[in-house]
């Protein structure tokens, strides 16, 4: 299934350097929200679209904090979890992490 990036605004869970990010960046969203526990992972990501046209934004932001509700936008039209699910199937078993 072809996803098509363009004109939408994208929230990147769990987005580790921001490679999945840069890419989608290429097909010309509206805008990149990365968020990562990492400060190192997200200042590589800050980095690696500093060049790029897209709006991108990267927070160092643990899940569970308070401030979560602060700093995400009202919506996202897409919600990429892959790392999130990742550590879910490590964790929780493959099964059960597709259940959820």
Do not use: W
Request: proline share 5%; net charge positive; glycine share 8%.
């Amino acid at each position: 299934m072809e996803i098509d990036y363009a004109g939408k605004s994208i929230l990147d869970v769990g987005c580790n350097m921001g490679v999945v990010a840069y890419e989608i960046s290429k097909l010309k969203p509206s805008s990149i929200h990365g968020i990562d526990i990492a400060k190192p992972h997200i200042e590589t990501a800050k980095m690696l679209l500093s060049g790029s046209p897209v709006h991108a934004r990267f927070d160092r932001l643990n899940l569970g904090s308070r401030r979560l509700g602060n700093i995400l936008l009202p919506k996202y039209d897409i919600v990429l979890l892959l790392a999130v699910y990742q550590h879910m199937q490590r964790n929780i078993g493959p099964g059960k992490a597709r259940r959820v």
